[in-house]
């Protein structure tokens, strides 16, 4: 993880900027112009940046783990990375004559000092990690036990609620209003489930959600009264389904534990992962990444989750189109995907190459079959090969979820076509432009209501929708 | 076909029908609850369970639809991808450029990647690349926006953006602007729904003759403007003739624009049409028609202005002057038939009507007459002729405005003079000169200007400059700044318009090596003023009585030489991006 780094991407790098204007400004400051003494040694990389005052900023970047940069700089932003790493970065990555950016010199002290306290924690870190000192396994067993019992009860409490509105009548949904689900769902998260939480607050929105709504609602209650049916009897289910319903229900899993298990049984993936899409979605004051790879060699496809909270950017940044050779552990509960990364094995490369893909039945015989592993299952990440856009009659609308059918289908060169659902009319647009009427090969979740596309790859080249 | 409905998670192919009646009664009763309806299962619980079935084993068997109604592939583009630094560069471009609708002049922060755009087209236009297909909508949003930049976005875009522009409303305007014949004829099938063709004869073009016809007669009015002007590009007899069908029932307002559409370029056989003009109904549409038929060469009333003109101006005959003398002597009425040929009889405010008619007859006789008429002279010789009785300002500015709308160089040259000459309000006229000069003789002059008069009136001297500035000129531009910066009282924003000028057209190369002058020297101006604050410090410090005493603070923002620092920096800047930007664009791809 060490030595040199290979010179980043600016596309890698403006990927780290936390919104427009950060990407903007630090664009501005991507000229050499207002820096001085801006240099590099290994994974280091530091500069002064020429401010509105007197005295120059000083910012610093550690990229010795890849896909988490650090970042230190002293001007007064609550951004980050704030303007000045994102311009200090841009610098480098453009710098390919090194004339901008000087290599090798020592760090200036107050460069060393942050860059060497980052290491020694960084260290530190690992060092627990591995040499965990051996937990009081009774209490935390007692407290697991605890918590169980806890979201034993929100759920049955959530199971009498759900079948109690439709003896009532789902009409009556219509007029319960926010303020009945926003109370059910902060008793879920009294109650330590979250992901019940999460649930309760997406069917609050569903009456007002247009024409149609009364299934949509039916559909998500009977899921929900599902999953609370299941949590009692967890114990009883398959491993795998039994890890489902945990993380669907919101049971925490450890990530260190859960890479510390795998690497002790021998059994973390490892190959070359291709990045196939980062996508940040908001949800409830948290910032939701979503990251998916696939594996060069074998072909699996898997899915990392980071957050940020408030107005931070969540720290794991994989650009789409890179590609890293890594340990991956498998979170259990196969239906999601879900991953993380347990080590690295080198830089993180730009990747050339097209993923393989599969076509449209393939695709959606996949989601059924995963479905067994997972009845939650709303779509699954899918590579596409060979499939056309064809635009809507109707135009299309901004909105996911109120948004009626735009018309947009995707056929693939079998003559099978699905409903296109894009987050916004400009991805329509852009995957059309992509295309150009021909087939093109792209990613995204494929389910029920159609597929909804995160990239596409054009020339070669992986363009985020 | 569960896929093809919005909300059909539960019905699915297999079972069909049965399958979505099953699944309406469920969510019918699950609506109406228990009391109303005997809900099956027996139970809401019960229900549920049955709902969640239904759904999982509905998701588990979806199978897709019948692929319909896709369009036609676009035409291939065969121009190479743009190097991969340039399509980053455009994706800049993109979002920090494109968007704004306005032109930006100086800004103070940063290279100005804005106003760098339209160079970069240019650029890439002429290197041939095309660019990154997924890009397409946003350019064409920005063409949509920049009506400045729309031909040149067009081009770059090409039979892809064609493609797109008839799936989408929105970007209709782009096929009515499509630069004729190089996209359009490259994407051949490429327009889903039209056979499109470039020929102007067979069945193609006489569907094309048809849908100009019916664009004409139905359309809105900008279209009809755009469907005259581009006939007219292509058949300037056709386009005359197509005005002329429906000349007596456009309203007044639209007559005016549409004979201001044939300004452009006009023919012999137009000049019926515009004679019939002169006595139309409305006034400004026969004082256009006027002015046309006065730029039309050899045109019946350029002959008739010509020898008005040549009665009131003439040399001297009665000897009162030592050397050859014009004589000036107005029209002494404005009779029915000059008002025919568009002369206005009532003077603006403050003008003497005889001086009034005098210049609107000069300006609109033909130049080319005055050389028969005044003893064979050539311009030169006629604009060197003294005046008599102070008659030389108005007639000078009538011949200047003959020579714009009749676009005489030559006459433009003998009138612009030497650039170091001392003539009042030279710089206004002397831009609209300038603009009909060859482009070397342009710079030349422009040259001279600044070096004999520095940079203040030299902005629209230099925006007719073509790109990039030769030597000569740029030293002359940065001798200005210099000037300017070693006089007292100037600040750079007293100069924006020419450092904006400067930006996009100074010769990076030459730029630089200027700016490794300029900008020590700001720097020492700094310095200077530094010593000089330091120096106040003191001197007042004594009075005071007291060493100690602390620096006056300074009244915000930066010093004089500090501006003059920073703009230079950022020229500098910006000139740097300028550079980089051009290698990136003619770097050949490596394939």
């Known amino acids: 993880m060490t030595g040199e780094q290979v010179r980043w991407s600016a596309e890698q790098v403006l990927g780290l900027a936390p919104d427009a204007a950060s990407r903007k400004a630090g664009i501005k400051l991507s000229a050499p112009g207002p820096w001085s003494g801006a240099a590099r040694r290994g994974d280091s990389l530091w500069g002064l940046c020429k401010g509105s005052g007197s005295k120059p900023y000083m910012t610093a970047v550690d990229l010795a783990d890849t896909a988490v940069p650090g970042y230190k700089c002293s001007c007064p932003s609550r951004k980050f990375p704030c303007k000045h790493a994102l311009g200090l970065l841009l610098l480098w990555a453009q710098d390919s004559a090194g004339t901008a950016v000087v290599s090798g010199p020592e760090p200036p002290e107050w460069a060393e000092k942050w860059l060497a306290g980052r290491r020694q924690r960084a260290e530190a870190g690992a060092a627990s990690g591995a040499g965990a000192p051996p937990v009081d396994e009774k209490a935390a067993r007692k407290r697991a036990e605890r918590r169980s019992q806890r979201i034993a009860d929100g759920a049955s409490e959530l199971e009498r609620r759900l079948g109690d509105l439709v003896d009532g009548g789902l009409a009556g949904a219509e007029r319960l209003g926010y303020a009945a689900w926003n109370d059910m769902a902060a008793r879920m998260v009294d109650a330590q489930a979250p992901g019940l939480a999460a649930r309760v607050r997406e069917l609050a929105a569903i009456p007002s959600s247009g024409p149609g709504w009364p299934s949509r609602m039916l559909t998500e209650c009977a899921l929900l009264h599902l999953l609370v049916r299941a949590y009692p009897r967890v114990d009883e289910l398959p491993d795998s389904l039994a890890a489902t319903v945990r993380s669907r229900v919101g049971v925490p899993v450890d ?13 973390l993936v490892r190959d070359h992962w291709l990045v196939l899409a980062m996508k940040d979605t908001q949800e409830e004051r948290l910032t939701v990444r979503r990251i998916w790879l696939r594996g060069r060699r074998e072909g699996r496809t898997a899915m990392l989750l980071s957050f940020g909270a408030a ?56 989601y059924g079959g995963a479905l067994a592993e997972d009845p939650w299952l709303s779509s699954r990440p899918v590579v596409l090969a060979a499939v056309t856009p064809i635009p809507g009659e109707r135009g299309a609308t901004d909105d996911p979820v109120t948004a009626g059918d735009t018309g947009w289908r995707l056929a693939d060169t079998e003559g099978a076509a699905v409903p296109l659902r894009c987050s916004g009319e400009k991805s329509y647009w852009r995957l059309a432009a992509a295309s150009g009427g021909a087939p093109v090969t792209v990613f995204g979740e494929i389910g029920a209501d159609g597929f909804r596309p995160h990239t596409v790859w054009s020339d070669g080249e992986a363009v985020e929708l | 076909m569960t896929c093809a409905a919005p909300t059909g998670d539960a019905d699915s192919a297999t079972d ?25 299962g027996g139970s809401g619980p019960a229900l549920l369970v049955l709902a969640a079935v239904r759904t999982v084993r509905g998701r588990a068997g979806l199978t897709p639809a019948a692929a319909t109604g896709a369009p036609e592939p676009a035409g291939a583009d065969p121009r190479p991808p743009l190097p991969r630094a340039a399509a980053l560069r455009l994706t800049h471009l993109v979002r920090y450029a494109l968007r704004s609708t306005a032109a930006r002049g100086w800004n103070t922060t940063g290279g100005d990647l804005a106003a760098l755009a339209p160079e970069w087209l240019e650029i ?48 209709r305007f782009a096929l009515r602007a499509a630069p004729a014949g190089t996209a359009t004829a490259a994407s051949g099938s490429g327009q889903p729904g039209s056979k499109g063709s470039d020929g102007s004869d067979g069945p193609d073009g006489a569907d094309r003759a048809e ?60 000049e019926p049409f515009l004679e019939a003009a002169l006595t139309d109904r409305g006034r400004t549409v026969r004082a ?114 003959a020579a714009v709308h009749q676009r005489d160089a ?42 004999a008069k520095g940079l203040t009136d030299a902005y629209r001297v230099l925006a007719d400059c073509p790109t990039p500035w030769p030597p000569p000129l740029a030293k002359a531009v940065m001798g200005g700044f210099h ?109």
């Open chain 1, 255 to 267: 990530s260190a534990a859960l890479i510390a298990e795998h690497s002790g049984a021998g059994t």
């Open chain 1, 311 to 366: 107005q931070r950017t969540p720290e794991l940044a994989l650009p789409p189109g890179s590609e890293f050779d890594a340990d991956l552990a498998i979170y259990p509960g196969g239906g999601q995907l879900r991953a993380t990364i347990a080590t690295h094995h080198g830089p993180l490369a730009s990747s050339g190459a097209t993923p393989p893909g599969t076509t449209l039945a393939a695709a959606l015989a996949e």
């Open chain 2, 16 to 40: 069909g029908g049965t399958a979505t009646a099953e699944w309406d009664e469920l969510v019918g009763a699950a609506l109406l609850g228990r009391e109303r309806r005997a809900l099956p």
């Open chain 2, 124 to 171: 890439a236009n002429e290197q041939g690349y095309r660019p990154p297909p997924w890009q397409i909508p946003e350019l064409l949003d920005a063409a949509r926006h920049r009506t400045d930049l729309r031909a040149a976005v067009l081009t770059f875009a090409g039979p892809r953006g064609l493609w797109l522009a008839a799936l989408r409303p929105e970007w």
């Open chain 2, 211 to 270: 849908r100009q016809r019916r664009l004409w007669e139905e359309g809105l009015f900008a279209e009809r403007v755009g469907a005259l002007t581009a006939l007219r590009a292509a058949d300037p007899e056709a386009g005359r003739e197509l005005l002329v069908s429906t000349w007596s029932q456009e309203r007044a307002e639209d007559r005016l624009m549409f004979l201001d559409a044939l300004r452009e370029e006009l023919y012999p056989g137009d």
């Open chain 2, 288 to 401: 256009t028609a006027a002015e046309l038929l006065s730029v039309l060469p050899g045109s019946a009333l350029a002959g008739r202005m010509a020898v008005r003109a040549g009665a009131c101006v003439a040399l001297d005959r009665t000897g009162a002057y030592s050397t050859d003398t014009l004589v000036v002597e107005p029209p002494p009425e404005c009779d029915a038939a000059m008002t025919r040929d568009g002369v206005v009889a009532k003077p603006p405010q403050g003008r003497g009507e005889r001086s009034w008619w005098l210049t609107q007859v000069v300006e609109a006789a033909s130049l080319g007459r005055w050389s028969a008429h005044l003893g064979g002279r050539t311009p030169e010789e006629i604009v060197a002729l003294p005046v008599a009785d102070d008659w030389r300002d108005d007639l000078h500015a009538a011949w200047s405005r």
């Open chain 2, 410 to 451: 030559a006459w433009a040259r003998a009138l612009l003079g030497p650039p170091d000459a001392p003539v009042a309000e030279a710089a206004d006229r002397a831009a609209t000169l300038l603009s009909l000069m060859p482009p070397a003789d342009r710079t030349a002059w422009a040259t001279g200007f600044i070096s």
């Open chain 2, 483 to 591: 000037a300017a910066l070693r006089r007292g009282a100037s600040h750079p924003n007293h100069y924006s318009g020419v450092l904006g000028l400067a930006q996009q057209h100074l010769d990076p190369a030459v730029g630089r090596a200027l700016l490794s002058v300029l900008i020590p020297e700001a720097d020492r101006a700094v310095e200077v003023e530094a010593e000089a604050a330091e120096k106040a410090r003191r001197e007042a410090a004594a009075a005071a009585g007291d060493a100690s005493q602390p620096a006056p603070r300074r009244g915000g923002g930066p010093t004089r030489g500090e501006q003059w620092a920073a703009a230079f920096r950022q020229l500098a800047d910006t000139l740097e991006l300028r550079e980089v930007m051009r290698a990136e664009l003619e770097t050949r791809p490596a394939r």
